[in-house]
Nanobody, 112 residues
Framework: QVQLVESGGGLVQPGGSLRLSCAAS????????MGWYRQAPGKQRELVAT???????NYADSMKGRFTISRDNAKNMVYLQMNSLKPEDTAVYYC??????WGQGTQVTVSS
């Protein structure tokens, strides 16, 4: 069955960096669009970034220039490098495959 397992979340100070990872299995990863979404307390889940099978990327405006999504088709992995983190980036970050399958999420907390 489809599995998406996120890792790499944690507590970081404002201005710091984190790298999230998502291990995918149970579907044809190399031909899938992968993405990251996030959900802060009391807010709706929102797009962070996506990457197509061909490597084209898309970012939410507030993440452009700070976050980078990438993928390794040989390892069935998708990554989210997050730099210059802000307190408002605090949320649970979810990995998605084809906007249909979802991981359990990983908590990112940005606080001093």
């Amino acid at each position: 069955q489809v599995q998406l397992v996120e890792s790499g979340g944690g507590l970081v100070q404002p201005g710091g960096s984190l790298r999230l990872s998502c291990a995918a299995s149970g579907f044809t990863f190399s031909s899938s669009t992968m993405g990251w979404y996030r959900q802060a307390p009391g807010k709706q889940r929102e797009l962070v970034a996506t990457i197509t099978s061909g490597g084209s990327t898309n970012y939410a405006d507030s993440m452009k220039g700070r976050f980078t999504i990438s993928r390794d088709n040989a390892k069935n992995m998708v990554y989210l490098q997050m730099n210059s983190l802000k307190p408002e980036d605090t949320a649970v970050y979810y990995c998605t495959g084809n906007y249909r399958d979802w991981g359990q999420g990983t908590q990112v907390t940005v606080s001093s």
